[in-house]
């Protein structure tokens, strides 16, 4: 099975950075994914890591380390709008398919 | 493009009724999956299918049934539901199930959120 672990919630302030963690266990690891989700809407991608390193998008980026089984997402320039939860989701194979599972979300409270 | 459509947005059902979701997508998407996601929780996969063919599925009660009549569109029938299964499902679309790439990112729709009374 999968353990995907990230922290429940996390505040920080307008303008400032924020970086929010997710450890997880898993064999056949495929790739690990962000995902942003505003209360009551769908999960919208944001970044996808499969080898190590930093990927970044404009103010999102995103670290993996497969042998320590962590990644990172780093969030500049906060605005109030990314107030949502950040999903962190690992794909690894199971039963000979590709199967995504997902952390339990951290919600991220910006404020003033 | 990378939408997904889910109809209806919103559902309430009696235990007793039988009513669809449909889900739709027009991105050439191979994959196509369905969640259920209760408050404050992950998306919880429920079925998989690829290439119009049913690959995974999670230990669903046989009271959803899903159905892909094509590749474009993927449907949950409902029947005999019961009050805990109120939730948002979400409908998701992939490019390649047997991908191991970025291409194999799963987009979301708006999801439907069922009541049951």
């Known amino acids: 099975g999968q353990n995907i672990d990230q922290p429940t919630e996390m505040t920080a302030t307008e303008g400032a950075i924020v970086q929010i963690n997710c450890t997880y266990q898993?064999?056949?690891?495929?790739?690990l994914f962000w995902y942003q989700q505003h209360a009551g809407e769908a999960p919208t991608f944001l970044s996808y890591n499969v080898l190590d390193g930093l990927e970044e998008k404009g103010r999102f980026s995103s670290f993996l380390s497969r042998s320590k089984g962590y990644s990172y997402l780093l969030l500049k320039e906060l605005q109030m709008k990314d107030s949502a939860s950040y999903l962190c989701a690992v794909r690894a194979e199971s039963g000979g398919y590709q199967k995504v599972t997902f952390g339990t979300g951290t919600k991220l409270q910006v404020i003033p | 493009d990378t939408e997904v459509t889910q109809t209806p947005k919103h559902l309430v059902m009696g235990m007793t009724n039988k009513k669809s979701l449909k889900c739709e997508q027009h991105?050439?998407?191979?994959?196509m999956y369905w969640y259920k996601q209760k408050a404050k929780k992950p998306p919880e996969l429920m079925f998989v299918?690829?290439?119009?063919?049913?690959?995974i599925n999670e230990s669903v009660p046989s009271r959803f049934s899903p159905e892909c009549p094509n590749s474009s569109l993927l449907n949950l029938h409902l029947h005999a539901l019961q009050p805990e299964d109120s939730a948002l499902y979400l409908c998701?679309?992939?490019?390649?199930?047997?991908?191991?790439?970025?291409?194999?990112?799963?987009?979301f729709g708006p999801g439907t959120r069922l009541l049951v009374l």
């Open positions: 898993t064999s056949g690891f495929n790739g």
């Open positions: 998701a679309s992939s490019q390649d199930p047997s991908g191991t790439g970025v291409e194999e990112t799963q987009y």
């Open positions: 991105m050439g998407h191979r994959a």
């Open positions: 299918y690829s290439y119009e063919k049913l690959s």
